[in-house]
């Protein structure tokens, strides 16, 4: 995340946050982070997940802004959707949260 790009809002960090709370979503990350552009076939063996898992995934990742996607047309003719990992930098302490809870068009619900 850019700051000087655009304003980083609440939302923008919730939804951040959200697509990190998750193991997998890590994993893909740091796989993405360590080897580079992948596409989803190579990817998901490289993980360990099937296919279909893995692009719900990379779809909750690429709506926050955390992995982008492009596609490419491989030698033999097939379109192949690459990923790699979005520019982005998340740092968040009491003061920052206190701004972007000003931020947020989320609403809360309460539970009982």
Known sequence: MRQSAQRITGDDVLAKLSALANPQRLRIIATLQAGGRNYVSQLARDIGISRPLL??????????????????????????????????????????????????????????
């Open 55 to 112: 692009n719900l995934h990379l779809q909750k990742l690429e709506a926050a802004g955390l992995v982008v996607s492009d596609f490419e047309v491989s030698d033999d003719g097939k379109a192949l959707r690459y990923f790699s990992v979005a520019e982005f930098s998340l740092v968040l302490d009491a003061a920052r949260i206190a701004g972007l809870a000003e931020t947020l068009t989320v609403q809360s619900t309460k539970s009982t």
